[in-house]
């Protein structure tokens, strides 16, 4: 039985994303891998997620719990990628600058501790690095305060999403909001949810 007709895998260990299985389900569009459950070290330097660039139809990324091992380049994910999501990654706010340069990324998650620290100071968040970003989804980013003013400067941006973070990161939100009307763009909708736990 092939798997050359798969669309979707929801759930792919981390330690499955070797060269013979990537190059197996080279059609999928949407997929999810999940770090959790493997021994990092016993795959700390394999390489494994630079296998993701034969999959020239992905659309839809998610890692969950991959975070030691998160692409040192723009170029192991393949062009084709609209959507990433990142959930218990781990990853500096600065890993994020590979992401921007992912040439077809409309939509950002960084949800449940994808990032850790409390700055985040991107050196490409432009119209040149993010050529078609239209929404960005911030999810639980608890010790985040500020989302960088250069979002400001994208001007497809549609959408900043937060749940459950601080409200100096609403703050920033509704000041790129403002640099965008100001610059003459379509503004950028702002939502933000804070959810109570009893």
């Not at 999810?32 to 992905?58: A, C, K, M, R, T």
């Not at 990324?61 to 990628?81: K, R």
């Not at 600058?97 to 992912?102: H, K």
């Not at 960005?136 to 459950?164: D, M, S």
């Amino acid at each position: 039985m092939g798997f050359s007709n798969i669309q979707t895998i929801s759930y792919l260990s981390l330690d499955c994303c070797t060269n013979e299985v990537i190059l197996g389900i080279q059609n999928v569009k949407e997929l999810g891998i999940n770090g959790y459950e493997i021994n990092f070290n016993s795959i700390w330097d394999s390489g494994l997620l630079n296998n993701l660039v034969y999959l020239q139809q992905l659309e839809t990324l998610s890692f969950i719990g991959c975070f030691p091992l998160f692409p040192a380049s723009a170029s192991a994910f393949p062009a084709t990628l609209k959507k990433l999501m990142l959930r218990f990654t781990l990853l500096s706010w600065s890993d994020l600058d590979i992401i921007a340069e992912l040439p077809n990324l409309e939509v950002l998650k960084v949800m449940d501790y994808a990032c850790r620290g409390e700055e985040w100071h991107p050196n490409k968040a432009t119209d040149d690095n993010f050529p078609v970003f239209e929404r960005l989804v911030l999810n639980k980013c608890r010790y985040l305060k500020e989302i960088p003013i250069e979002f400001a400067e994208i001007h497809t941006l549609q959408l900043i999403k937060l749940t459950r973070c601080l409200p100096e990161l609403g703050e920033s939100a509704t000041r790129i909001q403002k640099e965008q009307e100001d610059l003459g763009n379509n503004p950028v909708d702002v939502r933000i949810s804070i959810h109570v736990s009893i």
